[in-house]
């Protein structure tokens, strides 16, 4: 059995689709995860941050996966670590 080149243009066009897919769609956005991921797993006291609320404050405390954000002077927030969209180090 002979394999001709039009009968292997079809797979081989649907393996470059799906190659190309690959590395302009999941790939990149896996590496936005995982440097996400990273981000909120050193966030630290005092570090300034942006919640996707767009509220910013400064974390004074941390319990598990909940963060003490105070956004003024004695007002303090309760948030979930996921909800912070930006984390600024504090300034040395």
Do not use: H
Not at 14 to 19: V, Y
Not at 46 to 74: C, H, R, T, Y
Request: proline fraction near 3%.
């Amino acid at each position: 059995m002979q394999v001709s080149l039009e009968s292997l243009t079809p797979i081989l066009f649907w393996g470059a689709f799906i190659a190309l897919m690959y590395f302009l769609l999941i790939r990149p956005q896996q590496v936005q995860q995982k440097k996400r991921r990273e981000m909120l797993a050193n966030v630290k006291k005092g570090d300034n941050v942006i919640l996707f609320s767009g509220i910013m404050g400064i974390v004074k405390d941390m319990k598990d996966n909940i963060l003490i954000v105070e956004v003024a002077p004695q007002v303090v927030l309760k948030v979930v670590k996921e909800g912070v969209a930006q984390v600024q180090k504090e300034k040395e």
